[in-house]
């Protein structure tokens, strides 16, 4: 009973370099999403996932690229890094309708020196 | 367009006395509403959400919740605080027909032996 599994939980990136976060779910939702995280500013959304093969964009998408192959990964690249990108990372999925909740990981703190 | 504003980023209490954390939301449709709470270096767990039906909506840990259509409000208490209260609060809003949910910025409260 695994839930929404984030890889890797730490990370620390120069300036430049590149890197690809992973969010497994075993729960065979229809719907995944990336937040950050920021302090005095809640949960952003980054990008997001209404489906195997679909992508849109949230609030807050420059900088980052994401894929979803299969259903259950969906995987958050920043092919550039840069300072202000350092946050704590969330992947979410979530199976139904409006009432339906999310269910998080436990998320992924990068650090972008 | 929908938001969520929470009043107060950090909230405290004694052991023992009333939790209270406010939420206000704006949305052109009836929303659907939650609260997270997220532990130190954790994910977000859902505490409670409103859909539709009866207004006062339990949840777990002893928390509730009121939505409160006229005053566009989902306050979140507790009546007695616990020392394991001491978290950070997330109020969130979703319509129906929009996949994404948006968050409030936070309430972290702290709860004094």
């Known amino acids: 009973n695994a839930g929404v599994t984030q890889t890797p939980k730490f990370r620390v990136l120069k300036t430049g370099q590149s890197m690809t976060l992973l969010c497994a779910q075993d729960m065979n939702h229809e719907y995944m999403y990336w937040y950050r995280q920021d302090p005095g500013m809640g949960l952003r959304l980054i990008h997001y996932s209404v489906g195997e093969g679909t992508t849109a964009k949230g609030e807050v998408p420059d900088g980052y690229n994401v894929s979803r192959l299969k259903k259950q990964n969906f995987l958050l690249g920043l092919e550039s890094a840069a300072p202000s990108q350092t946050s704590v990372y969330f992947c979410a999925s979530s199976g139904g309708q409006g009432g339906s909740g999310y269910t998080f990981g436990s998320g992924t703190r990068l650090t972008v020196v | 367009a929908q938001s969520v504003t929470q009043l107060g980023s950090h909230v405290s209490v004694s052991e023992g006395a009333l939790v209270l954390l406010r939420c206000n939301y704006s949305s052109s449709v009836p929303p659907y509403l939650f609260w997270y709470v997220q532990y130190p270096n954790q994910g977000l767990q859902l505490l409670l959400k409103?859909?539709?039906?009866?207004?006062l909506v339990k949840g777990i840990n002893g928390f509730e919740a009121e939505f409160k259509k006229s005053e566009t409000s989902f306050h979140l208490t507790k009546p007695s605080a616990h020392m394991s209260d001491a978290a950070e609060y997330f109020c969130?809003?979703?319509?129906?027909?929009?996949?994404?949910?948006?968050f409030g910025s936070g309430t972290r409260l702290l709860v004094r032996p």
């Open positions: 409103y859909t539709t039906g009866a207004t």
């Open positions: 969130a809003v979703r319509m129906d027909s929009s996949y994404k949910l948006i």
